[in-house]
């Protein structure tokens, strides 16, 4: 028996991820396309990383798989304008656009529904972001 914990778009203010690209091209003033679709929940990498330690120490037993995401559903240009607007910088850099040509076709609304109740505290997303753009800044 296995325990699969799901999750979606996954960021932080470390490692090459949508928030630390969205600063880097906005910080060097270059216009970029983000697509507005498909829909998700960005999900803050010390939350998910938090679930997964707690999950292993208090429920080492627990079998199945299990959703665990952020919980507010964006487009990607609606998630990097909040990410430019917590940083201060330019969202008309953003040029939103349908679906670019994805290598996989992935549905318009990809929500994971987060069915894990851990009772951890966990982040807002604007709590997320600027804590995110916190440790890019160190």
Same mark, same amino acid.
């Given at each position: 028996?296995?325990l699969?914990?799901? %999750?979606?778009?996954?960021?932080?203010?470390?490692?090459?991820?949508?928030?630390? =690209?969205?600063?880097?091209?906005?910080?060097?003033?270059?216009?970029f396309?983000?697509?507005?679709?498909?829909?998700?929940?960005? %999900? +803050?990498?010390?939350?998910?990383? $938090? *679930?997964?330690?707690?999950? $292993?120490?208090? +429920?080492?037993?627990?079998?199945?798989?299990?959703?665990? =995401?952020?919980?507010? $559903?964006?487009?990607?240009?609606?998630?990097?304008?909040?990410?430019? =607007?917590? *940083?201060?910088?330019? =969202?008309?850099?953003? %040029?939103? #656009?349908?679906?670019q040509?994805?290598?996989?076709?992935?549905?318009?609304? @990809?929500?994971?529904?987060? &069915?894990?109740?851990?009772r951890?505290?966990?982040? %807002?997303?604007? &709590?997320?972001?600027? &804590?995110?753009? @916190? #440790?890019?800044? &160190?």
């Amino acid at each position: 028996a296995t325990l699969i914990v799901r %999750t979606s778009g996954v960021f932080s203010g470390v490692g090459n991820n949508f928030l630390t =690209t969205v600063i880097n091209h906005a910080r060097q003033g270059k216009a970029f396309t983000v697509s507005h679709t498909p829909i998700h929940c960005p %999900t +803050y990498a010390a939350d998910l990383s $938090a *679930a997964l330690i707690a999950l $292993a120490r208090d +429920y080492p037993q627990m079998r199945g798989l299990f959703h665990f =995401t952020g919980g507010v $559903a964006l487009s990607g240009d609606d998630f990097a304008r909040k990410i430019l =607007t917590a *940083a201060g910088l330019d =969202t008309s850099l953003i %040029t939103p #656009a349908d679906n670019q040509t994805p290598t996989v076709a992935r549905p318009k609304y @990809s929500v994971l529904s987060s &069915e894990l109740d851990l009772r951890l505290p966990t982040h %807002t997303l604007d &709590e997320a972001i600027t &804590e995110s753009l @916190s #440790a890019l800044s &160190e």
